[in-house]
């Protein structure tokens, strides 16, 4: 199985089991080894008090882009922390896309980048990940 293959393997089965990620309409545009790229239309029932999208589901989709791309060795990856800057408000109708690239994969801890962008090409969020493997693998 080449790398590729093993990426989109474990991204299938993450995805099967992913309720959270499939309820609230993300899809998974594509994975390689240690990148996955998310996508999410925003509903209203998405949107805050101001009326505009609320920073804890553009957080969501940037950490499931993460998951996806950490999870593409066959080990089972978990996030060991995060931090995100919003640098546009999102609304109603928007169609997002988190794209997350591998900067580092040490031992059992990786660095991950993720940008959240609209169709437009505007970023709108920065999101970087660590990440902990575990001694299990996901393709069992």
């Known amino acids: 199985m080449t790398p590729q293959d ?3 393997a474990c991204a299938a089965k993450l995805y099967a089991e992913d ?12 994975v390689g080894p240690g990148r996955a790229v998310a ?6 029932a998405m949107l805050n008090g101001h009326a505009i999208g609320h920073g804890g589901f553009v957080f969501l989709l940037a950490d499931t882009a993460f998951a996806f791309a950490c999870n593409t060795y066959d ?5 060991a922390g995060a931090d ?23 031992g059992r801890s990786g660095l991950y980048d993720v940008t959240v962008t609209r169709a437009d090409g505007t970023v709108l969020a920065e ?3 660590r990440s902990r493997s575990l001694d299990t693998p996901i393709l069992r």
């Open 6 to 8: 093993l990426a989109e």
């Open 19 to 30: 309720t959270a990620s499939r309820g609230l309409g993300i899809g998974i545009a594509g």
């Open 39 to 44: 996508t999410m239309t925003v509903t209203g």
């Open 75 to 79: 080990r089972v990856t978990v996030a």
């Open 84 to 106: 995100v800057t919003f640098l546009e408000p999102v609304r109603a109708g928007d169609v997002l896309t988190a794209t997350a690239v591998e900067r580092s994969r040490r």
């Open 127 to 129: 999101f970087r990940g």
